[in-house]
């Protein structure tokens, strides 16, 4: 089962990238001026890649589960709550790999369309095309006679001139740059971030609570057999009355309008990356496809959020439990410590809704800010970024050695998705061999979209683009493009 979850997770990895190049082409080719088409792909883009994270979140609490087993552990009731919870994990990939072929022929499908509509040899701007074909001679204009020609005191001057009154596009991009108003802006958008997500975070223990007192009252009514439960079918039919009854009391008002608020930090990151990219590049105009980019985000976090989001990775765990203990016969001062466990949180780890939406929410703003970061870093040609945020305690060696490194060029990328840097090793990182990449790096990752997912899940890193001029000439330097 692990390996069809693996190579589920490989192959719609590899299309998620594909409906992302494909969306930069339609780009390409049309200047952004073509939203309709880029809409539908990046609609099949978030709907794969939604399913990839829930695939590999599965796969890692799976994995997690095997690990504490194998090391053993002294406590025999915890030691099968480990085995409930593998268990429980294991069935449900079935269920979530049905649901991702769906998003696969999604996928699929709309690939097929652009690809026939975008062919591959179409990848250039169209003024390309005709920069590269000779102007014909209109016969109507006479030639133009020709000038003197200049003698080389005068040519001199006039090239000079030339390079003063014309930059290059590196120069266009990077002449309007002011260091510590682009500094200040990154650090208002790494904290508007990590204040919506801490705003949010607020009410779920007491909501987490709510459920756990609302589950209480359910399973005292199930029918009971010497303090054991009994697989009657009043009990079956609970299990499906509880997602119902969880659902009214998780998905409350006050959730709803946190939900909300959390929602209206998509507007304010987009604001303060448009305040950003004004410091980096004279006369910025934001592309109108990052409106789309940011809308598809927020249909995407509410849905993670409420009824669909929480049903898959809360409360099917409730089911799962009391299923486990009704159709063996479960004790039921264990129930509850398992669904207290479960639901609550013990000591060294969350409860299942904080563990899920500290991570939903965290991912949300942080990717929405990296995607919108790399669409304008493709529109406006920057190659140097600066990898930014604050170290904690759980942070990775991967994003310690990126903070520590500062500076990267988009050539470096693939050297750093394989670790191949020296901070890296002085950090002590160390590559996953089931995905071949630094630990806790998201499945699939490569140089194309590291920008986007860069240390991995609940990564509260940016990787912000910077002009070149922002990059020491001793860094500078040492890149040989």
Not at 170 to 192: M, V
Not at 280 to 293: H, I, Q, Y
Not at 379 to 384: N, V
């Amino acid at each position: 089962m692990s390996d069809i979850l693996q190579d589920t997770i490989t192959r719609l990895s590899v299309l998620r990238d594909k409906l992302q190049a494909k969306a930069d082409q339609i780009r390409s080719v049309n200047g952004y001026k073509n939203d309709g088409d880029v809409i539908e792909v990046i609609d099949a883009w978030y709907l794969v890649k939604n399913r990839v994270e829930a695939l590999s979140s599965l796969q890692t609490s799976i994995e997690i589960a095997r690990e504490n087993l194998e090391k053993g552990i002294p406590d025999p009731d915890i030691e099968q709550r480990v085995k409930d919870r593998l268990q429980r994990d294991l069935d449900q990939v079935a269920g979530t790999i049905k649901g991702s072929k769906r998003a696969e022929n999604a996928g699929n499908k709309v690939l097929k369309e652009y690809d026939e509509k975008y062919p591959n040899d179409r990848s250039r701007k169209p003024d390309a095309a005709k920069q590269d074909t000779p102007a014909e001679k209109q016969p109507d204009q006479p030639e133009k006679p020709a000038k003197p020609e200049k003698q080389p005191h005068q040519q001199a001057d006039s090239e000079a001139k030339k390079q003063d009154a014309q930059p290059n596009e590196d120069q266009k991009s990077t002449d309007s740059f002011n260091s510590a108003k682009g500094q200040e802006t990154i650090d208002e958008l790494l904290s508007t971030i990590q204040k919506a997500v801490d705003s949010f975070q607020e009410a779920i223990p007491a909501i987490q609570q709510d459920a756990y007192n609302e589950i209480v009252r359910l399973v005292k009514e199930l029918d009971l057999k010497n303090g054991r439960l009994s697989a009657t079918v009043k009990n079956v039919k609970a299990i499906g009355q509880l997602r119902a009854d969880l659902e009214k009391v998780i998905i409350s008002d006050p959730y709803v309008k946190k939900v909300e608020e959390f929602a209206d930090a998509f507007a304010a990151v987009a604001k303060l990356q448009n305040k950003y990219f004004s410091t980096v590049a004279a006369e910025f105009t934001p592309p109108k496809v990052l409106e789309v980019v940011k809308t598809q985000a927020i249909e995407a976090t509410i849905d993670g959020l409420t009824a669909a989001g929480l049903h898959a990775s809360v409360m099917s765990g409730v089911q799962d439990i009391l299923r486990t203990n009704i159709t063996t016969g479960g004790d039921f001062p264990q129930l509850m410590s398992q669904m207290r466990d479960y639901i609550v949180g013990t000591p060294g780890m969350g409860g299942a809704m904080v563990r899920y939406t500290q991570q939903i929410t965290t991912d949300a703003l942080n990717q929405f800010s990296a995607q919108y970061n790399q669409v304008v870093t493709d529109d406006l040609g920057l190659e140097w970024f600066q990898y930014v945020g604050s170290l904690i305690k759980t942070s990775r060696p991967l994003c310690k050695a990126l903070i520590q490194k500062k500076y990267v060029h988009k050539s470096e990328f693939e050297a750093v998705i394989e670790g191949d840097f020296p901070e890296f090793k002085e950090q002590g990182g160390k590559i996953d061999k089931r995905t071949n990449l630094p630990q806790g790096m998201i499945p699939g990752t490569n140089k194309y979209n590291f920008p986007i997912y860069r240390g991995g899940y609940n990564c509260g890193h940016q990787l912000i683009a910077v002009a070149t001029s922002a990059v020491p000439p001793m860094v500078r330097t040492k890149i040989t493009i």
